[in-house]
RNA sequence: GCCGAUGUGGCGAAAUGGCAGACGCAACGGACUUAAAAUCCGUUGGGCUUAAACGGCCCGUGCCGGUUCGAGUCCGGCCAUCGGCACCA
């Protein structure tokens, strides 16, 4: 392209002001203690989601979400806030370490040219974040404390009577008071201690990917791939680090509720957790009666309690470990192979087959404990082991899965609960014996049930002598009661599909875990051996064979003559789970974050607190927290659950003010490519924000960003669009500036210190009005419309009045701030324009004398018409019924009804 | 299958239950210019009526129905697209 001329000097003034404000610390933001900290200033904390930093630099859609938290950073200074808007870097991770296996460049090398460009670029863009924050998860200034953290959560236990975490030390004066304390050896305290910690080792199938040579949480995998590179995962048992995220399932569930959070993340993170209520019920082994040695019962968990009646077998996952006991010899051989078949299939295969439902008998038999018959005991792929109790009740009447398995077996088939048939609907004669009748205890309700198909719903329970008669919801209350009698492990029980989280991963760019072992026993480090840095490596390899790379630095892993170190590494979100509380307080080297700096950024500010109308709103909930949080929806279920979780550990322990880390959250939605699809190398549709600059300029580029449409949503670029909203800057610019023959901008004569008209008086006050109405909705999109009505309204004046541009440069510093800042200056309107207070409008320049009023008949417009301000009801009707195209339109009708809403219209309505 | 979101001009979009399409893009016409670019001004949802202009009229927010004086907006039922979960007992 050629040199085009630029449609005003951006090019020049926008670094000019990117230094001016690294040189004044113009956007530092002072920490309680600290020299220029005012603490009756109102704090307000604004975040982003710190990038990794990838070695192809920014894509447009960085800047989308960083955009909108600049102009909110901004425009609460204005507002006179003290605002802490920090940037970092979430450094650990795959692509770094891919690439040093690439090139054998170590990935300390990487990170830092990576983190150089993005912060280059960021600067580019005129964002105000306070550099004196910043951070990197991989300086081990940084995880020397996110490894303090994880000491904190392996040094803790779920207190089961308190519902919180707890020092070990609890654990251990709690223990004391157990049956047979006294008998225990140090080994089983040992044991009964580690099988409670936060974070614990487990031995256990988990997801295991090749390609990438390491583990990765359920998170991490999505339809039987790894997220990262979409390669294949396998189950495979392996011993690794877990936390005890689902001791936390309730309190992660209730605490969403007073969270202003897009309600369908919320849903995200709910369905994640997956939290319902049943009941466990024990299906005592037969064996038990012939042999009256063993107490072996199944237990089974099912959310419909009131069909224990229909439960005509019992399905156990292949991997129960009770199988052993119950397959008869008969059966063995069949069970074994069935067994050795399902752990040779991926779990893509799993669910792939899942049509067709498999299962073998097992030779043995259960006795449903309500009818005391006995039931078969059938092992199938369809029960999963992590669920519930890995053992489940086959209903086949009453639930789609058991009736195909039942169907397919040739198991029978007991219907028990009938279909309401709806208020007010006859029933009407089917053929019969296949639709039959049903009566309620009550005798008010008629249920009808059909042996052709299962029927899931709610309805009526028959052929139940306890509970015979009554409605779904009673009739599990009655069975629940009855199986509180039987005692046991029977009983009401909540269940959740949320998994611990595996912890661990076999990498070599990533946190070590402070861990050492001796004797195969797992030790903390102590504080003091902080933070523990990874050895140098050659070869950053994984094995393949799920050995770490870790495990080849031979004199680092020794850790003395008996104990070596832990070599498996932390996953990539530990390093994100606190971030936000280390920007805080970024260079304490004594405390994670120091308490008072805590509770100033993350208690309340006066933003006003949301009002939840739910029944039974969280206890726990406190006011506070990061006010606002903009990020990609890609974290609903990983960084955020994490964050959250990491956040309750800490606030137990006493180490956080506040149970909830992000009050406020929103997703910015996918910017796409011009083609509409999701930009990608492979359509050549990648959009480079430098590029855009180039071109254009930073502001253009950021105020594009935020008129493209609501933040929240997906939208396609369109360079075209970006052209618009620089000719709107340039506008701007000329509005105040003009060029002299000489070829130079000067200000121009036109501007004048003039007393604003009266329509100009009103377009000021109402542009101040909505811009700031609209920053607050963050709806920056109409917020920019409004600013170009001004101007558009300006352009054609002869003269325009300094105190005009005054309000409307303070109004476009957010959105604009380097043209702004210059336009400033050159008004020569004093001092910095960031140091401005943000303008106020008055009602009063909004009303007018006359106002345009909206004449309808029966709902349709007709006319409108002029009327003084303050005209009555009867004078608007008056004049409605007078216009002449009301005439018209009613000529010959009689008028039944004059709706008259006052300043806003007169419908009329004829018969 | 379940859960959630979204459907408005040629395009991105706007509209506390009260003038549908603000603002911008594109397109067309005009001014300026030797010319182009840039800039500025105007037109632009569809259709009918009119010789033409002015004007007048009808239709229009995915589809069907309801509430209301009045519905893009509220309620009920569909359809489509996108996203999440998915043998979760």
């Given amino acids: 392209m050629s040199e085009r001329r630029k449609p005003y000097p951006f090019d020049r003034l926008e670094p000019k002001w990117q230094a001016i404000w690294d040189e ?156 047979g304390y006294e008998q225990w050896t140090p080994e089983q305290q040992r044991k009964i201690v580690d099988d409670r910690r936060l974070a614990y080792v487990e031995d256990a199938p988990v997801w295991w990917c090749p390609d990438l040579g390491t583990v990765l949480a359920n998170e991490e995998v999505v339809d039987g791939k790894s997220e990262v590179g979409g390669f294949p995962v396998v ?72 069909t224990v009646y229909g439960a005509t077998y019992v399905v156990l996952a292949p991997e129960h470990p009770w199988l052993e006991a119950i397959v008869t010899r008969e059966q063995r051989d069949r069970v074994r192979e069935y067994q050795a078949r399902v752990a040779s299939k991926s779990e893509l295969e799993r669910t792939d087959l899942a049509k067709d439902k498999s299962g073998v008998f097992t030779g043995g038999y259960a006795i449903n404990p309500i009818t005391n018959e006995p039931v078969p005991v059938w092992i199938a792929d369809y029960v999963l082991m992590s669920y519930g109790t890995g053992a489940i009740m086959g209903v086949p009447a009453h639930d789609e899965r058991d009736w195909e398995f039942a169907r397919r077996y040739g198991l029978p088939i007991k219907h028990v609960v009938a279909q309401l048939i709806p208020d007010g609907i006859e029933m009407r004669p089917s053929p019969a014996g296949i639709t039959r009748v049903v009566q309620s205890k009550t005798g008010e309700k008629l249920g009808t049930w059909n042996d052709d198909r299962p029927f899931c719903g709610e309805g009526i329970a028959f052929n139940s002598p306890i509970i ?52 195969g026993k797992h ?114 279920v990983l960084h955020l659950l994490y964050a959250r979780f990491w956040h309750k550990v800490l606030f137990d322990l006493g180490h956080v003010s506040k149970p909830e880390p992000f009050q406020r959250l929103v997703n910015q939605g996918m ?16 959009i480079d924000p430098l590029d855009v600059i180039e071109i254009y300029g930073a502001d253009a580029f950021r105020c594009y960003e935020m008129f493209m449409g609501p933040l929240e949503q997906m939208k396609p670029w369109s360079m ?40 100009q008086q009103k377009i000021t006050h109402a542009t101040v009005k909505k811009v700031t109405a609209d920053i607050e909705s963050l709806s920056f999109n109409t917020a920019i419309s409004q600013m170009m009505i001004f101007v558009n309204a300006f352009t054609t004046a002869e003269k325009i009045p300094v105190s005009a541009m005054r309000t409307f ?32 409008y008055d009602e009063r320049f909004l009303v007018e004398d006359e106002i345009e009023i909206v004449v309808q008949v029966n709902g349709k417009l007709r006319d409108r ?12 009707e008056a004049a409605a019924l007078a216009n002449q195209k009301v005439q018209n339109a009613i000529a010959g009708k009689q008028v039944r009804k004059v709706v008259v809403v006052p300043k806003k219209l007169v419908n009329i309505v004829t018969g």
Wanted: aromatic content about 12%; some cysteine; hydrophobic content about 35%.
């Fill in 24 to 179: 004044t610390r113009a956007f530092h933001a002072p920490n309680p203690g600290e020299e220029k900290f005012d603490p009756a200033q109102p704090k307000y904390y604004v975040l982003d989601m710190f990038p990794y930093p990838s070695g192809a630099g920014l894509h447009v859609g960085h800047p989308e979400g960083y955009t909108a938290t600049d102009i909110i950073a901004r425009y609460k200074r204005l507002k006179g806030f003290n605002v802490l808007h920090p940037m970092g870097w979430d450094a650990f991770g795959l692509p770094a370490e891919q690439y040093a296996i690439k090139t054998g460049q170590h990935p300390v090398v990487t990170t830092r040219e990576n983190v150089a460009k993005f912060k280059t670029q960021l600067k580019r863009i005129g964002f105000s974040y306070d550099w004196e924050r910043e951070i990197n998860t991989t300086d081990p200034g940084y995880y020397k404390w996110t490894q303090w953290i994880f000491l904190q959560i392996y040094n803790s236990w779920f207190n089961p009577e308190t519902k919180k975490a707890e020092p070990i030390a609890t654990l251990l004066e709690a223990m004391k008071n157990w049956l």
């Fill in 235 to 306: 189950r495979r048992p392996m011993r690794q680090w877990m936390l005890r995220i689902t001791a936390y399932a309730e309190r992660l569930l209730k605490g969403l509720d007073g969270l202003d959070w897009a309600e369908s993340i919320k849903t995200l993170q709910r369905n994640w957790i997956g939290r319902s209520e049943g009941a466990r019920l024990e299906f005592p082994w037969e064996g038990n009666v012939a042999t009256g040695l063993l107490e072996l019962a199944i237990t089974v968990f099912t959310t419909r309690p009131d």
């Fill in 468 to 519: 015979e008669g009554l409605l779904t919801p009673e009739a599990k209350q009655e069975v629940i009661k009855w199986l509180e009698m039987r005692g046991g492990l029977n009983g009401p029980t909540v269940k959740y599909k949320l998994r611990d989280w595996l912890f661990s991963r076999q990498r070599y760019w990533g946190e070590p875990f402070p861990i050492v072992w001796c004797d």
């Fill in 523 to 636: 030790e903390a480090l102590t504080e003091s051996e902080l933070p523990l840095e990874p050895p140098a490596l050659e070869d950053f390899k994984p094995s393949g064979t799920g050995e770490p790379p870790l495990a080849k630095a031979k004199d680092w892993i020794r850790y003395s003559e008996n104990a070596s170190r832990e070599t498996n590494t932390m996953p990539q979100w530990a390093g994100s789970c606190w971030y936000y509380l280390r920007f805080c307080d970024p260079h304490n080297d004594e405390r994670f974050v120091d308490e008072e700096a805590e509770r100033w950024w993350m208690g309340p500010s006066i933003e006003k607190v949301v009002e939840t109308r739910l029944v039974d709103p969280d206890p726990e909930w406190k006011p506070g927290g990061v006010d606002l949080y903009i990020g990609g929806v890609e974290h609903a």
């Fill in 671 to 686: 910017i796409l490519g011009e083609d509409g699809r999701k930009m990608s190398k492979r359509w050549g549709n990648v």
């Fill in 720 to 759: 075209k669009g970006v052209e618009g909203v620089s000719r709107f800057l340039a506008r701007v610019w000329r509005l105040i500036m003009e060029e002299n023959q000489a070829g130079e901008w000067v200000r121009s004569a036109a501007v004048q210190d003039e007393e604003l008209t009266k329509a």
């Fill in 809 to 840: 440069l303070v109004l476009l510093n957010p959105f604009a701030p380097h043209i702004s800042s210059e336009l400033w200056e050159r008004l020569n309107l004093g001092g910095d324009i960031t140091a401005q207070s943000w303008p106020e």
């Fill in 865 to 876: 018409i002029t009327v003084a301000l303050d005209a009555t009801e009867s004078e608007l």
